[in-house]
């Protein structure tokens, strides 16, 4: 129980570090979840920037959490390149950019560099056949634009 708490109060705890918490997850193998967490650490010390971590590593799925302030560009330029690889590193260990928030606008250039573009090919179609007038989510991931100009069809 004492674990369920304290997991439940990571983020809160995270936001009063600083003044902006970038939340994000990547997943791993099982495996590799604790060599991620060094590596993570590793990352944040190369651009100076303060990464915490938590999640639910029984799955593989990590939050490293950008702890910065939206206000200094300079520093979240650091963060941005930071989950850039943090993002990588997960590819390469065998894993993934989101094992549960999904992609995403903040994710949606990583998904193009590190997915197949066949892959992404069959995730558009499949949009496609579960959205045919392009009316969900219009021109966030796949950049189509609604067959129907904002009208729902009849």
């Known amino acids: 129980m004492k674990l369920k708490t ?9 936001a009063r570090v600083k003044p902006t918490t970038i939340l994000e997850d990547a997943t791993v193998p ?13 990352i944040a010390k190369k651009y100076n920037v303060l990464i915490a971590n938590f999640g639910h590593a029984g799955d593989g799925n990590l939050h490293p959490t950008g702890l910065t302030d939206e206000r200094n560009s300079e520093e979240i330029s650091r963060v941005e390149k930071a ?52 009316i969900l989510n219009p021109g966030k991931i796949f950049d189509v634009k609604p067959k129907c100009e904002g009208k729902l069809p009849a």
């Open 30 to 42: 099982r495996s590799q979840v604790a060599p991620l967490v060094v590596k993570i650490q590793e």
């Open 6 to 14: 304290a997991r439940r109060s990571a983020f809160s705890a995270l």
């Open 83 to 134: 989950f850039e690889e943090i993002f990588k590193t997960a590819i390469d260990m065998g894993g993934t950019i989101t094992g549960e928030h999904g992609v995403g606008l903040a994710k949606k250039d990583f998904l193009k560099k590190w997915v197949d573009p066949g892959a992404m090919k069959i995730m558009k179609t499949f949009k496609e056949m579960l959205d045919p007038n392009g």
